[in-house]
């Protein structure tokens, strides 16, 4: 017999982040198909490009909760 969505869910809290990362990204592809490369590529020259101003002191990053909390304000939540 198949396992419920409540049984996954669970299942998923014993293990580790990066391994429900991996199932969740698996998912998407299977359900989705993958990334363009060349979108892959543009994503992480960004993202390497923000990690770099951050740590040079350029910009200052915003706390997760905070940027929840706007995300939430903008959604009417």
Known sequence: MPMTLDQIVEATREMPAEVVAELVDRMMVAR??????????????????RIAEIEAGKVQGVALEESLARARKIAGL
């Open 32 to 49: 989705h198909g993958g990334v363009e490369p060349s979108v892959a590529t543009a994503w992480k020259t960004e993202t390497d490009r």
